[in-house]
């Protein structure tokens, strides 16, 4: 009952003939130093074996323009079909990992995976993030921040997808002293 949670399309794979795209929601932040994730994939997934073999993949965030192309990765196959070339999404080159980042996609977090825990339905393999890329056109120009309202970014809870990013108060907003 942990909702609602990031839509991610995360990419994996080390060939253009093998580049999949997968839509997880069972993602999120480990470690700030240094920086890690993890990522919940099905055994049973055709991207299980791609990311196990290669212990690589990159998080690519969604946003509202992408969440039919989010949503129909994750409801067919890589084994069937090449996701890339039927949603039209662009595969780009990434700085470490030979997995493909989302051109589209305003962040590209790359990973390389440290070790996969074996927890039941989904195995999760938790990563060290080793290059981040982030789209110009979401930053905030006064404080080189990533601009949350600006992308437009897609929650998933419970089947269902929704648009995030309502801006409420920085941490510690709520104990700030205000000035006389």
Known sequence: MIY???????????????????????????????????????????????IKKNMEFVINLTTLDLAKQ???????????????????????????????????????IECKVKDILELGSHHMFLAEVVAIHASQEFMNEDTGEFDLSKSNIINYSHGKYYEAGKFIGKFGFSVKKRKK
């Open 4 to 50: 609602p949670l990031p839509a991610v399309m995360v990419t994996c794979g080390s060939t253009h003939e093998n580049y999949n795209i997968i839509t997880i929601a069972w993602t999120g932040t480990v470690s700030t130093n240094p920086p890690m994730c993890y990522i919940s994939v099905r055994p049973s997934r055709h991207s299980y074996d791609l």
């Open 70 to 108: 989010t949503d129909w990765c994750g409801v067919l196959s890589g084994r069937n079909v090449n996701k890339f070339k039927e949603t039209g999404l662009t595969p780009i080159s990434g700085d470490i990992v030979s997995a493909p980042l989302i051109a589209e996609s305003p962040i590209n």
